[in-house]
C-alpha cells in the first residue's frame, strides 16, 4: 500500500469533535499562558466545555486568550478513543471509566501521529524494500490502536517510536536526495537539524531539501522562502511569518505547526494541510 492509498490515509486524519467526548478539553494538563488563559489540570474538564461536550467560546478562542485550542489537532485520536475503545461511552454518563479514558487519550494521541507520518512516508515513491518496511509499520500502528483501554496503557511507546523514527528518517534522506539531484539540480542538501533560528530573518531564502528537523522557528521572518522538499519534522514554527512562502512539498509538516505559524492566501501547502482559518488574506 503506498502512492494514493497512503495519501488517502494521511488526508483524512481529521479530527470529528462532534465524535469525541471532549477528550482535549478534560484529559490534558495544561498551564496558564499566552496560549490558554487558565491553568488547567490533567482529567478537569475546562471551564468552557459544556454538557454537549461543545465549546462554548469556539467562535471567538483567540479573541478569549485561548489561542492554543485553534492550534491543537489530534488528528481523530479523540473519536477513537470515545467511539472505539470506550465503545462510545462518555465519561460524564460513565464517571467511572473517566480516568482510563484520560490516560488512554494521550497514548492513542501519538500512536495517530506516528500513523500520520508513517502514511505520508508511505505516500512517496520509495524503494520496494523501505515500502515494505513502512507498511509492516503502519499496519503494526493501526493494529495497535485496535487495542482495549487496558493494552493501550499497559503500551510502551517510546518503544514503539523508535522504530518508526528510524524509518522517518530513512524516507526523508531518500526522498530529499532524489529531489535535490534529480528534480532540485542542487549539489549539497543543507543541514539544519535543530538549529536555533528563532526570530531570524530568512525572508526569501532558498532552502530546498534542507533538513530542519527539531529546529527552533518562533517568530522566524519566512516570508517567500522556499521550502520545498524540507523535512520539518519536530520543528517549532509558533508565529513564523509563512506568509508567501512555498510549503507545498514539505515533509512531516502537521496542521499543529501550520496553526501555530502565520500565513496567507499566498502560502502554499502540502495537500494533508488545511489553510487556518485564522491567516491573513
Ligand atoms: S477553551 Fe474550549 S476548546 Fe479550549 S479547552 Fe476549553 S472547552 Fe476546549
Redesign the pocket.
Known amino acids: 500500500m503506498y502512492n494514493e492509498t497512503a495519501q488517502n490515509i494521511r488526508i483524512n486524519l481529521k479530527a470529528d469533535c462532534s465524535s469525541c467526548f471532549?477528550l482535549?478539553?478534560t484529559a490534558l494538563n495544561?498551564v496558564a499562558s499566552s496560549d490558554?488563559a487558565i491553568d488547567?489540570p490533567a482529567g478537569t474538564?475546562?471551564?468552557?466545555?459544556q454538557k454537549d461536550f461543545r465549546?462554548?467560546?469556539?467562535t471567538d478562542?483567540r479573541n478569549?486568550g485561548?489561542k492554543?485550542?485553534t492550534v491543537f489537532d489530534c488528528l481523530g485520536a479523540g473519536q477513537k478513543v470515545s467511539q472505539g475503545t470506550f465503545k462510545g461511552k462518555s465519561w460524564q454518563e460513565h464517571p467511572e471509566i473517566a480516568d482510563k479514558m484520560f490516560h488512554v487519550f494521550p497514548i492513542m494521541e501519538q500512536l495517530y501521529e506516528m500513523i500520520a507520518f508513517t502514511a505520508e512516508a508511505l505516500s512517496y515513491n520509495l524503494s520496494h524494500s523501505l515500502q515494505n518496511r513502512l507498511n509492516k509499520q503502519l499496519e503494526n500502528l493501526q493494529d495497535l490502536t485496535d487495542m482495549d483501554a487496558d493494552g493501550l496503557l499497559a503500551l510502551d511507546i517510546i518503544h514503539c517510536r523508535l522504530p518508526v523514527n528510524e524509518l522517518l528518517l530513512e524516507t526523508s534522506e531518500y526522498i530529499r536526495n532524489e529531489l535535490s539531484s534529480k528534480v532540485f539540480m542542487i549539489k549539497k542538501r543543507k543541514q539544519y537539524r535543530g538549529i536555533d533560528w528563532v526570530g531570524k530573518n530568512l525572508k526569501g531564502k532558498d532552502l530546498r531539501t534542507a533538513d530542519l528537523r527539531g529546529a527552533y522557528l518562533i517568530a522566524a521572518d519566512l516570508r517567500n522562502s522556499d521550502l520545498r522538499g524540507v523535512d520539518f519534522i519536530g520543528a517549532d514554527l509558533r508565529d513564523a511569518n509563512l506568509n508567501g512562502a512555498d510549503l507545498s512539498t514539505s515533509m512531516f509538516l502537521t496542521q499543529m505547526q501550520i496553526n501555530s505559524a502565520k500565513g496567507n492566501d499566498k502560502t502554499k501547502l502540502p495537500l494533508h494541510i488545511q489553510r487556518p482559518f485564522h491567516w491573513t488574506s
Open positions: 471532549g482535549c478539553c495544561i490558554f488547567k474538564p475546562c471551564s468552557n466545555l465549546c462554548k467560546i469556539h478562542l478569549k485561548f492554543g485550542c
